[in-house]
């Protein structure tokens, strides 16, 4: 003789056998309309979620199995159990599918924290090595500016006589000197000399004066031109730093952008979700009641699943 396991958990639940086509039930074990009662108001009000779509599925087919046979006592009584049994089912979707939700709001927090941290971390190495690349050009600048200007005033400095050349009263006294020391005049020689020299030192001292200038002035015209070359790297230098800040700051805006739209689309999904399993609440036990209830039990559990997945 066949015999169904799940008319077995039944008995074992409720109290008695289920009888179906396949065998005829035991006078001595086939209980009275008050005892089936008696058995269906004792059976266990908190089912083990794990198994209560299968206690569903089994008191369904005992209530149609009722139906057919006209046993509507018992019919009715399994009716009420189901009732019981559906509002347990739909507080724990219900938990479930808010304990879930509370899992992928923090998962979805939890990756637009790490992507703004290494959003960070990318910004700040690239500005730092800008900032360092920068600061190594400026300096290379500055070292190449001095040695220039070593180099231009040592040209300088040998490019310009120490002494200028004689002015036409030197020149003409030089001349006086020699005419009178050919005359044997030593002493007229000697005095024009005198005045010569005299002279000549009043021209040189004042052309060492004009020299300096001179060297000073080309000097200052080669640093106004460094100055011009090293404002203009800096200027270039803050153009960049702004323009990365301006990009820096536009990537943080695209950034917490997608954050907001995905936690708002995220919170809409959830609402819609909610608001399914309450609309499925009073038609969970129509046409095709086991599949729906083992679905979404399936449903929950690959959700589960998937979350502690990412979370590993």
């Known amino acids: 003789m066949h015999h169904n396991p799940e008319d077995s958990e039944v008995q074992e639940n409720y109290g008695y056998e289920v009888p179906n086509g396949n065998h005829k039930p ?101 500005m730092s090595e800008f900032d360092e690349q920068a600061q190594g050009i400026e300096e290379q600048m500055i070292v190449r500016h001095q040695e220039e200007l070593g180099r231009f005033t040592e040209e300088l400095d040998i490019a310009t006589p120490l002494k200028p ?35 000549e030192k009043e021209e040189t001292d004042k052309w060492l004066v004009i020299r300096e200038k001179k060297i000073l002035n080309q000097r200052a015209q080669l640093e106004q ?15 960049g730093q702004d323009e990365q800040r301006k990009a820096r700051s536009l990537e943080l805006e695209r950034l917490l952008q997608k954050y907001q739209n995905m936690r708002k689309e995220l919170d809409t999904h959830h609402q819609h979700e909610l608001i399914k399993i309450n609309n499925k609440a009073s038609t969970i036990y129509g046409p095709g009641t086991s599949s729906q209830v083992y679905g979404s039990k399936a449903r929950l559990n690959e959700s589960r699943a998937s979350i502690q997945q990412k979370r590993r």
Request: with cysteine; hydrophobic share 30%.
């Open 26 to 126: 035991r006078s001595s074990n086939i209980p009275t309309h008050e005892s089936q009662s008696k058995t269906l108001n004792t059976a266990p009000q908190n089912i083990d979620e794990d198994n209560l779509p299968q206690y569903i599925e089994m008191l369904q087919e005992h209530q149609a199995l009722c139906e057919k046979e006209g046993r509507y006592v018992e019919a009715e009584m399994a009716k009420q159990r189901l009732s019981e049994l559906k509002k347990q089912l739909e507080v724990e979707r219900r938990e479930e599918a808010k304990a879930r939700q509370i899992e992928e709001r923090a998962q979805l927090e939890h990756e637009h924290i790490e992507e703004f941290k290494e959003f960070n971390n990318f910004w700040d190495k690239r």
């Open 165 to 199: 050349k004689d002015s036409p009263e030197l020149l003409n006294l030089k001349k006086i000197q020699q005419s009178l020391a050919k005359k044997k005049d030593y002493i007229e020689a000697h005095k024009v000399q005198q005045r010569c020299m005299k002279l």
């Open 225 to 239: 031109k460094h100055f011009n070359e090293l404002n203009a790297l800096r200027k270039r230098i803050m153009t």
